[in-house]
């Protein structure tokens, strides 16, 4: 556990080296807090509720998805081999992690809704074993052979357009059949659930290859068209037809949905290009909380919270490109 603090803490003063980078952090973070609170304490509470959970449930799976992959990393190619193949020696200290990490989640939900901390644990909980009964499932094998032949399969799926022009026609005619046979509020859940899988799916980056191609001359333009056409194609085919079929207001959810997931997309694109991949996971993850944030108390400076640093990424990763060091 003391290895993996040692490289949290330099993953962060990483992030966080420059001062323009640190005063932005000590000054936005406050104000993005407090504008949360004011929110949070002016909206109904089964929204405010919502919020939270929703907040709590992405936290649960995303730090159990990234300590998962600290425990793969560790039975494969890192240093502590030994002891991440022993699994109750590997899940005791990663266990630790994910509870701190949880704690301090929780502690930010505290400070901006305090009444909604059980929601935001009981989704955490949610995340957490949504993610472990995934790893279960995939991990069959001791050699994690199953899991890395997933991520095989998704990478292949997320780099051929065919594969968003196929899944947009299926999960489209399914909304459609959801439509005709539910009534409009379950229709439109299901048509606004159906998307989410598949849109991961398509969003799916190697960090490895994202380097690659910034050594072989790949302008952030021409990598992002090579690896969106996907997701962009299942957008441009569900969109119309649900317009079709649905109604207007869900097909524009839906290509908002499509929208978001090609922006974080996007962002981790550029921080795989900048940073090793834990450097990275780590930065993006940072600027889209400071995002979500943003969104949640004003939802006017959320583009702007957005858009100025995804300029700077945007430069700094047209810098790297050709370069091997």
Known sequence: MRHELLLIFNDARGAF?????????????????????????????????????????AVGLSATHLLAERVQYHQTLG?????????????????????????????????VHPSGLGYFLAAAGAGIAARGLLLIVLSASSSGGNYNALSRALLRLAGDWRSGLLLGLAV???????????????SMALALLLPCIPALALASLDAGSMRFLAQSGFSPWQAIRKHA???????????????????????????????????????????????????????????????????????????????????????????STWRIA
């Open 172 to 186: 489209a005619l399914s909304a459609a059949a959801g439509s005709a046979l539910l009534a409009k509020e379950a």
């Open 79 to 111: 240093m502590l081999a030994e002891e991440a193949l022993a699994v109750r020696s590997a899940l005791a200290p990663f266990a630790i992690l994910l509870a701190m990490a949880v704690i301090l989640a929780a502690g930010l939900a505290g400070l």
């Open 229 to 319: 056409r996907a997701l962009v194609v299942f957008g441009g085919t569900i969109v119309p037809v649900y317009a079709m079929t649905t109604d207007l207001v869900t097909a524009a959810f839906a290509g908002g949905l499509v929208i978001v997931v090609l922006l974080v997309m996007i962002v981790r694109l550029l921080c795989y290009r900048l940073y090793p991949k834990r450097l990275a996971d780590f930065t993006a993850s940072i600027l889209l909380i400071a995002v979500i944030l943003a969104g949640i108390a004003v939802p006017l400076l959320a583009p702007v919270v957005f858009a100025v640093p995804v300029v700077r990424l945007w430069g700094m990763a047209s810098n």
């Open 17 to 57: 080296s420059g001062w323009s980078n640190l005063l932005t952090l000590l000054v936005a973070v406050p104000i993005l807090l407090l504008a949360a609170r004011s929110w949070f304490a002016e909206v109904p509470a089964d929204q405010a509720g919502f919020v939270i959970a929703l907040f709590g449930f």
